[in-house]
């Protein structure tokens, strides 16, 4: 793990185009930190505990100012498993409320019982579910050390609790998972009507750099995150129409044509999957 520079004071690390493994101890996410003068500010956590010691000391390579707060952009367990070292050292972690349910349910319990086994040992008995210090209900701006945070809440998107952190001083977007670089993203259970929605507002933004929550530093915002915007447009054309026609997901998938898409890295593993919650999704919408 090497941290980079993308903007004065403001590094990323940037995870594997992966899925989450022992091998590569879960490191398949992107984190970030800005220093001030009044301490260090880190947008996510990673995937890990041993994750988030090895991101610490990257910071503690640059500076010696403490980290004073961790805004979390999502909670899925990529970006979440490191919190509790962050907590230990005495940071403030700020989140969306609207990530409280899943914390506390059934699916986050169980998703980190099957992370014990399948991630082990980076991911163990120790490693805990942290809820945030400040949950916030919509948009806040926060100024540490002169450097105004704008956080802007724009779920349910990816998820129903995502948050993308702007600084204008630095024209810098952390865009979390709203926006996917060089891969196919993960769609999961989102409201990709939303999502699109979303990436459109940020592409309002004056940004000259994204950190996305996956893959590489982005100098190019406007096309990268049409890329992930016509993903789900394709996504929800093609199984929108399937479901409209109560056509079997089977053949409308395999009718589709992914040609645009299919070079990404994890087309294979997550296109599928991706392809049968966008058709249920759906069936659900109205017409």
């Known amino acids: 793990m090497v941290a980079h520079e993308v903007a004065p004071g403001s590094w990323y690390v940037e995870g594997l185009s992966a899925l989450g493994t022992s091998a590569n101890q879960n490191f398949i996410s ?51 498993y490191g919190l509790q070292i962050f907590k230990a050292a005495g940071a403030r972690i700020v989140a969306h409320q609207a990530a409280r349910d899943y914390l506390n349910s059934d699916t986050a319990r169980l998703r980190l019982d099957a992370s014990r086994q399948e991630l082990a040992p980076w991911v163990n008995e120790e490693t805990r579910l942290i809820a945030a210090d400040e949950w916030l209900s919509g948009d806040k701006e926060f100024v540490v050390g002169g450097v105004r945070f704008q956080v802007k809440a724009m779920g349910p998107s990816h998820t129903p609790e995502d948050l993308v952190v702007y600084l204008p001083q630095k ?45 590489p530093l982005s100098t190019s915002a406007k096309a990268d995150m049409e890329i992930t915007r016509d993903y789900l447009t394709h996504l929800r054309a093609t199984m929108g129409q399937a479901a409209r026609n109560m ?7 395999k009718a589709a044509d992914w040609s645009r898409f299919e070079h990404l890295p994890l087309f294979r593993v997550a296109n599928r999957m991706n392809a049968y919650n966008t058709y249920l999704l759906m069936e659900r919408e109205p017409q």
Do not use: C
């Not at 890990?48 to 899925?76: C, D, G």
């Not at 769609?187 to 999502?195: C, E, F, N, Y």
């Not at 056509?247 to 998938?253: H, L, T």
């Open 247 to 253: 056509e079997p997901f089977d053949d409308a998938y």
């Open 171 to 215: 024209k810098l977007l952390f865009a979390g998972d709203l926006v996917f670089r060089s891969r196919v993203p993960f769609v999961g259970q989102a409201d990709s009507g939303h999502w699109i929605k979303a990436l459109d507002a940020l592409l309002a933004f004056d940004t000259t750099v994204i950190v996305p929550g996956h893959g």
């Open 30 to 80: 992107n984190a970030g930190f800005v220093v001030t003068d009044q301490g260090v500010v880190v947008v996510d956590a990673l995937g890990s505990p041993a994750l988030a010691r090895r991101l610490m000391e990257q910071i503690r390579l640059i500076t010696t100012q403490p980290v004073t707060m961790v805004i979390v952009t999502h909670y899925h367990a990529d970006h979440i």
